[in-house]
């Protein structure tokens, strides 16, 4: 899940409060790592729910960051 501002947040999470255990779940049936950013309040967005151009880099290079880090110790 990416990062989003808090207003955003208290809305996904009232339209769907078990979204992160849901997801958790299904990727541990499907054997695929679920990564969660949602906690990270360091990224800017540009509508609350869209990262600006710098966090956008610096979350697809962080969210790539990740994906290694399970690749490598499969």
């Given at each position: 899940q990416t990062p989003v501002d808090s207003q955003i947040k208290?809305?996904?999470?009232?339209?769907?409060?078990?979204f992160d255990s849901n997801m958790m779940e299904v990727a541990k049936q499907k054997n695929v790592p679920y990564f969660d950013?949602?906690?990270?309040?360091d990224f800017q967005t540009?509508?609350?729910?869209?990262?600006?151009?710098?966090?956008?880099?610096?979350?697809?290079?962080l969210l790539c960051d990740s994906i290694k880090k399970v690749v490598i110790k499969r």
């Open positions: 208290n809305i996904e999470k009232n339209f769907w409060p078990n950013f949602s906690n990270r309040d540009y509508d609350g729910n869209h990262l600006d151009k710098k966090g956008g880099k610096v979350f697809t290079q």
